[in-house]
């Protein structure tokens, strides 16, 4: 059985999977997401599986002794992990520490239910390689420009995300970003991406930076 752990608001990713499919489910307390040795051992205690977290905690969980994070960590298959810009060089770190781990980068806003994209960080080879990968199950991602025109290849512009997976709006707040496109749901983020030469998409920026 897995057992899935995940950190609010990062939860939203695996709360309904593990729920509806019986699975267990580890939520860690704020104390113990401050304290890695804390962390690492109520990943053991529960033989937690599936890990959904973000650059940052794993940053802190490598500072730990490897043989130690070798040990506790014996359990887990999977980590899901997003939020932020993920660190290349951590991520090799950890596949030198725990060889069988699968490490995906995961990316999509809370308005389009949180997941959108993703990669496996094993067919990446180096830093600047680094990207949020394709579009999966039903999601569809445009780059478009400030008319919400797509963008030529390698051009930049935002990620526009249409698809079943985008949320209706908010409740009393301002939905701008929110629209029709292609006749389907769809919301403008404001993260700048470009197409790579794998074909995959790179984050290189926000609208407000």
């Excluded at 079943?164 to 929110?178: A, L, Q, R, W």
Aim: glycine residues 8%; contains cysteine; hydrophobic residues 35%.
């Amino acid at each position: 059985m897995h057992v899935f752990f995940a950190f609010f608001p990062l939860a939203y990713t695996v709360l309904f999977t593990a729920i509806f499919n019986n699975y267990g489910l580890v939520l860690p307390t704020e104390n113990e997401i401050q304290n890695p040795s804390l962390l690492l051992d109520l990943v053991y205690q529960n033989s937690v599986t599936y890990i959904k977290t973000t650059p940052s905690v794993l940053k802190m969980i490598l500072k730990v002794d490897h043989d130690i994070i070798k040990e506790k960590l014996k359990s887990l298959k999977f980590i899901f992990i997003g939020g932020e810009p993920i660190n290349y060089f951590d991520v090799q770190q950890l596949y030198s520490i725990c060889k069988d781990i699968k490490i995906i980068n995961h990316y999509g806003p809370c308005e389009t239910t949180i997941g959108c994209c993703m990669i496996d960080m094993q067919s990446i080879n180096n830093s600047e390689d680094v990207s949020i990968g394709q579009p999966f199950g039903d999601n569809k991602v445009d780059i478009v420009d400030e008319n919400l025109n797509q963008v030529q290849d390698g051009e930049s512009g935002r990620l526009l995300i249409y698809g079943p997976g985008v949320s209706d709006g908010y409740i009393n707040f301002d939905n701008k970003n929110f629209m029709n496109y292609k006749g389907q749901k769809a919301f403008l983020t404001e993260d700048i991406g470009v197409v790579d030469k794998n074909n995959n998409i790179k984050l290189v920026g926000r609208t407000n930076d």
